[in-house]
């Protein structure tokens, strides 16, 4: 055999095993924080580039995501413009339109400038961020020019620096939620008609305490060579059908990230603080331990999130190019994906959003755009979850014990099942659950109950020997006194 032929050999041998491995990358924690190999609960539906979605020009460095509906928004920034697509029934996806001018005082025509981010609302108003024009656009639904979202005028806002608007979100009140370039205050508030309000959200100061004392006895030319201790900056952005913003960022200390005080995941109230509810052991950090493989280190760093309408957030992780999805209680549900050039894998993605339950995936790098459809093991996860909220919990039983048959290593399954045995009132079934999975709170609760109804339950026998044994000495004293009495007679 010639060298060309084993060359051949080894390349077709590569690609084999490459593709096995590409299918078996789905993975959880236990409670230990150690990797366990689960079923895949995504498979790849189709990987688009230009050409597959009808585009005169090739994508160039595609930045963000949006849908509404079955219509899907993909901005490609460094041509100028928004692709809208639809997705079909037999989920395929099919060229609409291309946004890449709109109509100014009826009979200007405007064109985008580096537009970053899209956003529209149920009564279609859309919202661009036309980042290189320093703006946020505002139309209607016909692309006619309403008004901007400019720089704030306000004495609250650091000026001397260009202002650069990178995402946008708006609520039903018609107020946007602007994400600026090197504005490390949160999001900018806007009100419907424009008018700045001040600052959303922002996010708490994260130091190093040596760096902090270095500081304090550094001279002052040192000082200035120093990075300021400033809040860190959001990444991306998400607004949820309950009208809350799920916020990510991924500049932080590996230390403030396992302490919980970096909080890379965030979902923000009225008031712009963080209501994220965290009953997991593990914190919803992406990876829980990271090394060097490939040359690849630190934590991951989530560049966009999207929410189902049954309350899973989903992220995406631009270090390692892997995706993440939990519940609405901060259990992780499952996590995929890593970086390649095969399909399922990622150069450098930059957007994820969702359809239904079916999830899309932008590549910035490699220009594509990775549609996933949830297996039946995906399935069986999403419809458990959903039964329970819905207080069918004989049905979210049932679909966890699905599960279980699928993947016997499910540490949410046994607490799902002790969960709903627990809204059930079979308590000591749903200790067991618990204990197992050595879900110490939930087991707590459970215990709590059983107890309350031991107690009731065996009340009546609980007394009568009470009262037996209370009753005894005098019983026995005056047994012997009588004895005595007719003794003496």
């Not at 050409?51 to 595609?62: A, E, I, Q, R, Y």
């Not at 291309?98 to 064109?111: W, Y």
């Not at 279980?404 to 290593?409: A, E, Q, S």
Request: glycine share 6%; with cysteine; aromatic share 14%.
């Amino acid at each position: 055999m010639n060298r060309k032929k084993i060359l051949f050999t080894a390349v077709c041998l590569f690609s084999i095993c490459a593709g096995l491995f590409a299918k078996g990358d789905t993975y959880i924690y236990d409670y230990w924080g150690e990797v366990e190999k689960s079923p895949d609960a995504y498979r790849v539906s189709s990987v688009l580039y230009a050409d597959d979605l009808k585009l005169d020009t090739p994508l160039k460095n595609p930045s963000s995501l949006f849908s509404i509906g079955n219509l899907i928004y993909l901005v490609d920034t460094d041509n100028n413009r928004i692709i809208e697509l639809v997705y079909n029934d037999n989920k395929t996806l099919s060229l609409s339109r291309v946004i890449d001018r709109f109509n100014s005082n009826g009979q200007v025509v405007e064109t985008f400038n580096g537009p970053t981010d899209i956003f529209i609302t149920d009564d279609g108003f859309i919202f661009v961020a036309d980042k290189m024009n320093g703006r946020v656009v505002k139309l209607d639904k016909d692309l006619n020019y309403l008004f901007s979202f400019v720089e704030p005028d306000d004495p609250t806002y650091e000026k001397g620096k260009t202002f650069y608007p990178q995402k946008v979100v708006a609520d039903s009140k018609g107020r946007a939620y602007i994400l600026a370039q090197n504005v490390n205050k949160g999001f900018l508030k806007y009100e419907y008609d424009g008018t700045f309000t001040g600052f959303y959200g922002a996010s708490e100061v994260v130091f190093n305490v040596t760096d902090y004392l270095w500081k304090k006895f550094s001279t002052r030319a040192q000082r200035e060579q120093m990075e300021s201790f400033v809040p860190t900056e959001y990444a991306n952005a998400y607004m949820d059908k309950e009208g809350f913003i799920f916020a990510v960022l991924n500049t932080f200390s590996e230390w403030d990230l396992k302490s919980d005080k970096a909080k890379p995941i965030r979902r923000l109230n009225a008031l712009g603080s963080d209501i994220l509810v965290k009953l997991s052991d593990n914190l919803p950090i992406g990876d829980l331990t990271w090394g060097n493989a490939a040359g690849i280190k630190e934590p991951s760093w989530f560049t966009d999130i999207t929410v189902l309408d049954n309350e899973v957030y989903i992220t995406v992780d631009v270090n390692r190019g892997r995706i993440f999805a939990y519940n609405n209680q901060g259990y992780l549900l499952f996590a995929f994906g890593g970086r390649g050039n095969i399909d399922g894998f990622f150069r450098s993605p930059s957007a994820i959003e969702h359809v239904g339950k079916d999830l899309f995936v932008l590549d910035s790098m490699n220009a594509s755009l990775t549609v996933f459809t949830p297996t039946e093991y995906g399935n069986l996860i999403y419809e458990a979850t959903e039964l329970y909220a819905e207080g069918d919990y004989d049905g979210s039983a049932d679909k966890w014990t699905e599960v279980l048959k699928l993947n016997g290593n499910y540490d949410l399954a046994y607490i799902g099942l002790g969960k709903a045995k627990l809204r059930q009132e079979e308590y000591k079934e749903a200790m067991d659950y618990f204990r197992l999975k050595r879900d110490k709170r939930n087991y707590s609760k459970a215990f709590q109950y059983y107890r309350k109804e031991w107690i009731e339950r065996n009340l009546s026998w609980m007394v009568t020997l009470l009262i037996i044994i209370v009753l005894t000495p005098f019983v026995v004293k005056w047994i012997k006194r009588l004895r005595w009495e007719l003794k003496s007679l």
